[in-house]
């Protein structure tokens, strides 16, 4: 199970008086985006697909960007969906729903 792929849904909830909240999610997503592990981006969250332990890392390292780029607080809002027996991919869950 160590090594299984499980996805990952990420929320940040910044908080600042002086800086737009949407430019501060976006340094969030900019973390993301730089770990070159696979994403998509929903209008209430990010879910990313990989090992726990990466996604865990890389969770933390977007909260701490958006702290260091001002916001005053963050809220973190993490879902995981994980399997003892088998990788879960975003794909398999979605597949019929995209559009061409």
Avoid at 46 to 74: C, D, F, H, R, Y
Wanted: charged share 25%; no cysteine; glycine share 4%.
């Amino acid at each position: 199970m160590k090594d299984q792929i499980v996805n990952l849904g990420l929320q940040i909830v910044p908080r600042s008086k002086e800086i737009d909240s949407y430019s501060l999610v976006d340094i969030a997503i900019e973390v993301i985006k730089k770990s070159g592990i696979p994403y998509e981006v929903t209008p209430f969250e990010t879910v990313m697909e990989g090992p726990q332990v990466q996604l865990m890392k890389i969770a933390s390292e977007a909260q701490e960007a958006v702290m260091n780029a001002g916001a005053e607080e963050v809220l973190v809002y993490i879902r995981i969906h994980a399997s003892s027996k088998r990788s879960i991919f975003m794909n398999e869950k979605v597949w019929k729903h995209k559009r061409d």
